[in-house]
T-cell receptor, first 113, second 114 residues
Framework: SQKIEQNSEALNIQEGKTATLTCNYT??????LQWYRQDPGRGPVFLLL?????KEKRKERLKVTFDTTLKQSLFHITASQPADSATYLC????????????FGQGTTLQVKP | DGGITQSPKYLFRKEGQNVTLSCEQN?????MYWYRQDPGQGLRLIYY???????QKGDIAEGYSVSREKKESFPLTVTSAQKNPTAFYLC?????????????FGSGTRLTVV
């Protein structure tokens, strides 16, 4: 069966450290993978997109890697801040015709001062 | 400012009642989507629409209905046939050339059965 898995356990780190979140998938061949941030009671906000032929993408303190052999994406936040505390969702584009996204369940990050 | 407006923010439904969730966007996006989010689960696709007067079922369409009479509007009706409707409902849209952009989401509607 097709699955997207993110670490369901919350990630707690100290301010200033690098947070690393994992997204694994099976039985998909996505052309794109996206990462979103979701705050409690709010809709997700788009952060980054990485294509299957890209190994790494950066945006300010964010870095995403995409390994289609391992079927895994890693999402890094460097120099983390308490304001980075949120739930982070990965999403796969499974249909280029429809733009349909399949989402993981999200990993909650807590950055402590 | 452009964006997606969902209303109401909170909605309470009695057993056997149909309710309609509103989703309006002023981003001029062609595609619109409805997702359902339950605690500890990923977003699950209910319905999506790529153009006016056309829409397709997602993975969990049973008990739901939609319409797309205007580009800006994509309302979702939760019917009495939906046996477990309590959830957080999210509407999203994406622009032309959607492969290269993420979705824009609304703030969500929290539906509770009472």
């Amino acid at each position: 069966s097709q699955k997207i898995e993110q670490n369901s356990e919350a990630l707690n780190i100290q301010e200033g450290k690098t947070a690393t979140l994992t997204c694994n998938y099976t039985n998909y061949s996505p052309a794109y993978l996206q990462w979103y941030r979701q705050d409690p009671g709010r809709g997700p906000v788009f952060l980054l997109l990485i294509r299957e032929n890209e190994k790494e993408k950066r945006k300010e303190r964010l870095k995403v890697t995409f390994d289609t052999t391992l079927k895994q994406s890693l999402f890094h936040i460097t120099a983390s801040q308490p304001a980075d505390s949120a739930t982070y969702l990965c999403a796969l584009l499974i249909s280029s015709n429809t733009g349909k996204l399949i989402f993981g369940q999200g990993t909650t990050l807590q950055v402590k001062p | 400012d452009g964006g997606i407006t969902q209303s109401p923010k909170y909605l309470f439904r009695k057993e056997g009642q149909n309710v309609t969730l509103s989703c309006e966007q002023n981003l001029n996006h062609d595609a619109m989507y409805w997702y359902r989010q339950d605690p500890g689960q990923g977003l699950r696709l209910i319905y999506y629409s790529q153009i006016v007067n056309d829409f397709q079922k997602g993975d969990i369409a049973e008990g739901y209905s939609v319409s797309r009479e205007k580009k800006e509007s994509f309302p979702l009706t939760v019917t009495s046939a939906q046996k477990n409707p309590t959830a957080f409902y999210l509407c999203a849209s994406s622009p032309p050339g959607q492969l290269f952009y993420g979705y824009t989401f609304g703030s969500g509607t929290r539906l509770t059965v009472v």
